[in-house]
């Protein structure tokens, strides 16, 4: 479903933020990306959502190109991947409900289908008390809800989440991961960067690690011999694997 | 109201200021181009009216035999230029005289005036090429003494004309082009101000198109609604020149008036286009 070949990005001061990397990730499955900061891991979302492209190598998701893909393909392939960051980036002029029809209503989608998917989706995450409150009066992980709203409400094949919990407290992350999971077993893609190493250890879903922008551990093949000489550096992670 | 008509209002109130500045430079550039698009109209309806007088006459020689004369006359009628010759005999010409000039009356008394074959011309060629070309041939007739039309006053109106059509294009294109830039800048205010929305928007999948769309139908407006006052301005101008000048004027039938309000339409919507294209393709 997501398929690197390859994909290697340079950005234009000379950073190499993805170097020759080779991935695929199936339907429904649930990975970790992990890696120091700086190591790559947002650049690999992006190309997932194709924000960035490789320089050279492919990227490909469902039937979109990174080689062929016009704006409008972009644009298309986003309404089938939810999207969710670190910063929630929720509207602050609206309110909860209005953020996530709004995901609804710029891709024009017919009117009355939108408040019906809205309430539904918010609450799925949880939130069918705060509809019109404002993201401000929400909490951290609340607003992390609201943002997990919008990027579900068009049934996304696959939800990308860049170190979802990375502003919230430990309660709040759990309970965030923990929605994560159910997306997940609805059959969902989760494709999550993360520095919580904690999490990654509790469950027991796929692990990929970047550093300078290429894989150096990927949990999936660990029964290939090669993989298992990478499992040295985080003893956390080597633990969680076996 | 859809949400891009809607979108494109909120901008009119984010931005009071630039939104009436686009809309003035728009106005001004179409009131150019109207005012001295009137002044080209008119000429050319004076040229017109007057033109139905222009004549040419060919002064013959003393004594010139009258026959002569009238053959003449056949010949130059059957011109591709020519509504109609006539021959003015001395007397008739004395008397056009008097009618004319009453208060020179007496400077008249003699018949000094010689026969003239008065030509006027068809409607289509009233313009100095064609007066030129006859006045020519009609000078080559043997009898013919002197040729005499309104060349310069004909010229001078041409010329009029021609520099008003020219400083109305230049002025107005001028203003056209300030319109465009300051459109443009006002599209990058607000697409600036709603950065975070459009980064949203482009997060969850809408095209270009639909991003654009709002600012678009804003830059469409500004420039409808100039386009309308600059209309309301050219007539306001005429109709001030017809009082203080009491001088007739014709003003733009519907189709033109129609057609200045579009191009504002037109120069609104070029300037977002432009502006919106470049930010798009920049985030
Ligand atoms: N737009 C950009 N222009 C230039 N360099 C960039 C850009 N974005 C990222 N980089 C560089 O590319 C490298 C990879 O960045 P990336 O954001 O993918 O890392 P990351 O693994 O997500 O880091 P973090 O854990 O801190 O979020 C870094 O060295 C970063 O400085
Ligand atoms: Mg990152």
């Known amino acids: ?242 | 109201m859809s949400l891009a008509t809607r979108e494109a209002l909120v901008s009119f109130r984010r931005a009071p200021l630039l939104s009436a500045l686009s809309i003035t430079t728009i106005a001004f550039s179409l009131f150019a181009f109207g005012l001295f698009g009137l002044v080209v109209l008119n000429i050319r309806q004076a040229l017109e009216t007057v033109s139905e007088r222009v004549e040419i006459r060919a002064f013959a020689y003393d004594g010139t035999d009258s026959r002569s004369v009238a053959a003449a006359v056949a010949e130059i009628s059957a011109y591709p230029e020519v509504l109609r010759a006539d021959v003015i005999l001395p007397q008739e010409a004395l008397e056009r005289a008097r009618r004319e000039m009453g208060e020179f009356k007496d400077v008249f008394e003699s018949a000094f005036l010689p026969t003239a074959i008065e030509v006027r011309l068809k409607p289509g060629y009233r313009d100095p090429d064609a007066v030129q070309r006859v006045a020519g041939k009609m000078g080559a007739f043997a009898f013919v003494e002197d040729v005499r039309y309104g060349e310069d006053w004909i010229n001078q109106l041409h010329r009029i004309r021609n520099i008003a059509g020219a400083t109305g294009m230049v002025l107005g294109l001028a203003f056209a082009i300030v319109a465009v830039i300051i459109i443009g800048a006002t599209i990058r205010m607000a697409m600036m101000a709603r950065a975070r929305e459009i980064e949203i928007m482009r997060l969850v999948g809408a095209t270009d198109g639909f991003i654009r769309r709002p600012f678009l139908i804003e830059g469409a407006i500004k420039g409808t609604v100039g386009g309308a006052l600059a209309l309301g301005l050219t007539w306001f101008a005429t109709s001030v020149i017809e009082r203080y000048l009491s001088f007739d004027t014709v003003f733009f039938d519907t189709r033109l008036a129609v057609a200045g309000v579009i191009a504002g339409a037109v120069i609104g919507l070029a300037g977002s286009m432009v502006s919106v294209s470049r930010q798009l393709r920049q985030a």
């Open chain 1, 1 to 242: 479903m997501i398929r690197f070949t390859n994909a290697s990005l340079e950005y234009a001061r000379g950073t190499v933020a993805l170097h020759d990397v080779n991935l695929f990730i199936a339907r429904r499955e649930f990975v970790f990306l992990t890696g120091p900061s700086g190591a790559g891991k947002s650049t690999l979302l992006k190309c997932i959502y194709m924000d960035e492209r490789p320089d050279s190598g492919e990227v490909k998701v469902g039937a979109t190109s990174s080689l062929t893909a016009t704006r409008t393909d972009v644009a298309k392939l986003r309404r089938k991947t939810g999207i969710v960051f670190q910063d929630f980036r929720l509207l602050e002029d609206r309110t909860v409900e209005q953020n996530v029809a709004f995901a609804l209503e710029v891709i024009g989608a017919p009117r009355n289908t939108i408040a019906g998917k809205v309430s539904r989706v918010l609450t799925q995450v949880g939130l069918a008390s705060k509809t019109t409150a404002l993201p401000r009066e929400l909490s951290g992980g609340e607003q992390q809800r609201v943002a997990i709203a919008r990027a579900l409400v068009n049934d996304p094949f696959v939800l990308i989440a860049d170190e979802p919990t990375g502003n919230l407290d430990d309660r709040a992350t759990r309970g965030i991961f923990q929605l994560l999971r159910d997306i997940s077993a609805s059959g969902t893609a989760v494709v999550m960067a993360t520095h919580n190493l904690d999490l990654v250890r509790r469950s027991d879903y796929r692990t990929i690690e970047l550093t300078h922008g290429e894989i150096v551990f990927d949990s999936a093949s660990i029964a290939a011999p090669t993989g298992v000489a990478l499992l040295d550096d985080d003893a956390g992670m080597t633990e969680a694997v076996l």
